[in-house]
């Protein structure tokens, strides 16, 4: 069975088929540079403890990440807008397991820059029951050091291709996020995270179900041992 990056990438190539070759070197350009200006270590990762955050989503309610983790782990992911594709094929991809997710006692919630309304739109043309919160000043995305500065070229590029940036941001910035994935348990410590600058490169929803099976697992163990404990 094709895999969620099979998907992106054999849609990645045929978009790129469909660019002109100026724009396509451009954006490969851009790409390589953003790949070499990468710094991971500025990012959060695998064992850090995830910024806490509250954030409206796509119909104006406030969502706070600690009151989420209160219930249960979070699948926390960072996305570009409801403009990019890959972004559109990962959320439809991971509002598949959704179900599965909160059967283990989690939950997803997901970021952009993008105003609520336009994620109200994204939402409702792809069926999303993930929560959409609006960062349209970046600064969680900051915060967990995802953000990144969008070329003057690359811009240009970007609106003849119809993409709506940075206006559809609805704040005067020429940042965007670097597309992300996290798995945060209980106490806030993320327990597995995908960051990576290729707009078509997500983390796959086996993994995310994989990882918090794992939570669920730990979970039932140390309840386990603390029956003994007190049998003993």
Sequence with gaps: MENLNQKLEAFA????ERVDCDSLT??????????????ASLEVGK???????????QDGRQVSLRELL???????????????????????????????????????????????ENLRTMAERN??????????????IGRYGLGWE???????IYLRLGRCLPQGYGAP??????????VIDRTG??????????????????AVLEAVRGLADTSGKMAVLQSADSIL
């Design 173 to 182: 910035t020429r940042l965007l996020p670097i597309p992300a994935s996290y």
């Design 127 to 140: 069926g999303l029951a993930i929560p959409l919160l609006s960062d349209p000043g970046l600064e969680v």
């Design 189 to 206: 410590r993320v327990v597995a995270a995908h960051v990576d600058p290729k707009a078509y490169h997500r983390m796959e929803p086996e």
């Design 13 to 16: 190539e045929g978009m790129f």
């Design 70 to 116: 209160a219930r249960g782990p979070v699948v926390l992911h960072f996305f570009r807008g409801g403009w990019c594709p890959f972004c559109t094929l990962t959320l439809r991809a991971m509002n598949c397991i959704d179900g599965k997710l909160r059967k283990l006692g989690a939950s997803q919630i997901a970021v952009s820059p993008q105003p609520a």
């Design 47 to 57: 064992g850090d403890l995830a910024p806490d955050f509250a954030l409206s989503d």
């Design 150 to 156: 969008l070329s003057d070229e690359l811009r240009a």
């Design 26 to 39: 451009a954006i490969r350009a851009a790409q390589q540079a953003l790949m070499a200006g990468h710094d």
